[in-house]
């Protein structure tokens, strides 16, 4: 079967993307289902942030949540931040990057006498007192298991029972990791903000409010030098960034970076006998500097196997050369250590491969050959919009079961894209979202907050009457 550039675009949107309004709801709902969780009793002691494709608005086959959730009770400064500029009730560290490995960082505690610190994280130096990264997930690993597990299982109904894995914890769904907000751009990531881009698809007004919300710092050492991770490091996180810059692709970089992660788990994974070289996150990398790269107008339907065909080919380049640069932090070398030659001269043959016959090898994954494809109950599936068809696979995923008539939840979901206000569309979408978690009482919330939005009189005559 032979497609053009532009029959594949369509065949991916119609099958696995969606259409850009689609992508925009998407993003919208995880938008939303961060400030549920930003709230009351959800935010005492972390706040959330989803991240990765879901929450850039792709909605693959397989793929679980990325989730960071940042410990409110601390921050982190750059090194000579004064202490006017400090929040002293918080617990304050600062940064060092000095002695650290490329895209890493060591974290100084400001005061070692703060309530919130525990003597278990602590590692006393000559030079004072480093927040140890091993020694922090020691510690939630063994002496605070039951506890955080507890507080993630009643957070998150909606998911299977979670487990402890490294700074992660995650299930078969849901991959959440730890982090410290760092209010400062790190030294080493500057060159990002002022180099040289051909075709300035970023504005200065974008690269200025990336700098000032700064980075997260997640609890993991180097491993690309040695099999061990550094015991004190901590890796710099540019979550946040990456997102925004996501969300601010046209819709045929989002189905190229489809394309892209789609072959990675469909082709290259079931032919690479075990070996985890090419991840997601390097997909994203490749795709965010091809992106510098290509002319804005040069991302249409018409080009979309050409410039995939050149993140391939970036790709297969990187591995030949032993070499993948860090996006933010280009002298940070992505490839792990462990990572033998063989395996980086057969994924870069594998890629080549893939770059010479882009079509046929995309129609090989099961994605497209039709196997796998949305699916909906088709009772309701009838004459849904857009924001439905993003929706509603939503809530089946990330919501308890909702048991309730169908049609009651695609009314009110109608309602809400009728609104104009999008601040009015966000809080009534969001108290629906938080009814859903009262499984028992899913029904009658949702024809109440039906009734006080758009049917006010109504409400009022039964209220007078004695009504509830």
């Not at 004190?232 to 996501?246: Q, Y």
């Not at 439905?388 to 990330?398: K, R, T």
């Amino acid at each position: 079967m032979k497609l053009s550039s532009v029959e594949l675009f369509k065949l991916i949107c119609e099958e696995i993307v969606g259409s850009e309004k689609i992508v925009e709801y998407r993003r919208l709902f995880f938008k939303v289902f961060d400030n549920i969780f930003n709230t009351p009793p959800f935010s005492e002691i972390h706040t959330q942030i989803c991240s990765g494709s879901k929450a850039e608005g792709l909605f693959l086959s397989g793929s679980d949540l990325d989730v960071v959730r940042t410990m409110v009770k601390f921050i982190a400064y750059k090194c000579g931040t004064t202490e006017a500029n400090i929040d002293t009730k918080k617990a304050v560290l600062f940064i060092n990057s000095d002695l650290a490995s490329p895209g890493y960082t060591f974290l100084w505690i400001h005061d070692k006498n703060h309530p919130e610190w525990r003597d278990a994280w602590i590692k006393r130096t000559y030079d004072g007192h480093l927040f140890s990264s091993r020694r922090f997930k020691e510690w939630i690993k063994v002496e605070q298991k039951s506890k955080i597990l507890e507080l993630y299982n009643s957070c998150t109904c909606t998911m299977d029972a979670h487990d402890l894995n490294g700074p992660c914890i995650s299930n078969t769904r849901l991959d959440q990791a730890i982090s410290i907000v760092c209010n400062s751009w790190p030294e080493s990531a500057m060159p990002w903000a002022s180099r040289n881009r051909p075709y300035r698809c970023l504005t200065q007004d974008m690269i200025n409010s990336q700098i000032n919300r700064g980075v997260l710092l997640v609890p993991m050492g180097n491993k690309t030098e040695s099999v061990n991770a550094h015991p004190d490091e901590w890796r710099i996180s540019f979550a946040l960034t990456e997102k925004d810059l996501i969300h601010s692709w046209n819709h045929v970089q989002m189905v190229c970076y489809a394309c892209l992660k789609i072959v990675l788990k469909e082709y290259v994974k079931p032919k690479s006998r075990g070996d985890d070289v090419l991840t997601s996150y390097l997909i994203k990398t490749t795709l965010l500097w091809i992106s510098e790269e290509i002319r804005p107008a040069s991302w249409t339907p018409e080009n979309l196997t050409l410039c995939f065909r050149q993140c391939i080919n970036r790709l297969s380049y990187y591995f030949k050369y032993k070499f993948f640069p860090n996006y933010f932090i280009p002298d940070c070398n992505m490839i792990k250590c462990n990572t033998t030659e063989q395996s980086l001269t057969i994924l870069s043959a594998m890629l080549n491969d893939i770059g010479d016959n882009v079509i046929a090898c995309l129609l090989q994954c099961a994605s497209l050959s039709g196997l796998v494809k949305l699916k909906l109950d088709r009772s309701i599936s009838n004459g849904l919009t857009s924001f439905d068809l993003a929706v509603l696979p939503l809530f089946s995923s990330y919501l308890p079961e909702i048991r309730a008539s169908p049609l009651i939840l695609i009314k009110c979901i109608k309602h809400i894209t009728s609104l104009t206000s999008v601040e009015i569309k966000n809080l009534y979408l969001m108290t629906l979202i938080q009814s859903a978690y009262v499984q028992g009482q899913f029904l009658p919330k949702i024809e109440t907050l039906h009734n006080e939005v758009f049917c006010p009189d109504t409400v009022t005559t039964k209220r007078s009457n004695g009504i509830p």
